[in-house]
Each structure stands twice: as structure tokens, then as C-alpha cells.
């Protein structure tokens, strides 16, 4: 679908395959497309790549991976610590790692999360922490009007 020469984006082979012009494109939207279409293209390589580590301030290299329904963190537990002595603690918009050294190690979430839902596994030296997201005021729930 593009021409990986020019590095434009091929419409008229996008309007092939859906049977015919695209409704929703405007024609000035379609132009800017064009000339900025490497965008895209460095869009999807970066989610396939993934997010990759994370160096927080304190020094913890953590790994950050956002489901739709979770924030799930992974962090590598170096061999010299003893699992045992690990405490695990997480508020709203953040974890605190107690254990790995005199000062605990502090990871700000990009989303609120329901922190008494997280469930932690330490496995091969990974400690992956998933928490719920919170969707508070994200979403409707439907209540059943009683009627008497």
C-alpha cells in the first residue's frame, strides 16, 4: 500500500480495496496525509517495539506495559536480594518497592489503578506487578430503575 521509495502513502489502492472513495476523508486531510505520511509508519514501528525499559529517577529500570484493562510493571530483582525481605506497596497513581536497598524505590503510574486489586509474582527474577485500572468517571454503568 505505500511506495516505499517515495515514502508516500498509496491512496487510490486504499480506496481500491474498500470500493471506492472514502467518505470520511476530506480532500485537504487526505493531501496533509500524504505529505506527512512517515508518521504512520514510525507510529507502528514504535508500538511494536514496545515501551522498553524505564530508568525512574530514584535508579529502578523497570518496564511499563498498558492493557486495556491493567498496568502491568516488570521489574528485575537483582540475584543478591533476598525475595523475602521485598515489600510491595501501591497507591492510586503509584508502587513503592521496599527491600532493595536502605531507601525505598518509588514508580509513578501514567494511569490510576485500584491498588488493593494488584497482584504481584516474583518469577526467574522478574517481579511483575498487574494492577486494575481505575475508570472512575470513564465509563457508564447501568442501574435498574424499579418501577412501583
Known amino acids: 500500500m505505500s511506495d516505499r521509495n517515495s515514502g ?6 486504499l480506496e481500491k480495496l474498500f470500493g ?14 500524504q505529505a506527512e505520511s512517515s508518521w504512520v509508519e514510525n507510529y507502528v514501528r514504535q508500538i511494536l517495539k514496545g515501551p522498553g525499559k ?7 529500570e523497570h518496564e511499563l506495559v498498558e492493557t486495556q484493562d491493567d498496568l502491568i510493571v516488570k521489574i528485575k530483582i ?4 533476598n ?6 506497596f501501591v497507591s492510586h497513581n503509584s508502587l513503592k518497592l521496599n527491600g532493595l536497598s536502605a531507601k525505598s524505590r518509588v514508580v509513578r503510574l501514567p494511569k490510576n489503578v485500584i491498588g ?3 497482584k504481584a509474582i516474583l518469577k526467574k527474577g522478574v517481579l511483575q506487578v498487574r ?9 457508564f454503568n447501568e442501574i435498574r430503575i424499579r418501577i412501583r
Open 116 to 118: 488493593e486489586s494488584a
Open 54 to 60: 524505564i530508568k525512574s529517577k530514584n535508579g529502578l
Open 20 to 33: 471506492g472513495p472514502l467518505p470520511f476523508m476530506a480532500e485537504a486531510l487526505k493531501q496533509r496525509a
Open 83 to 88: 525475595p523475602r525481605n521485598l515489600k510491595l
Open 131 to 139: 494492577m486494575p485500572k481505575d475508570y472512575e468517571g470513564d465509563f
Open 8 to 13: 508516500s502513502f498509496d491512496w487510490k489502492s
Open 78 to 81: 537483582p540475584d543478591h536480594i
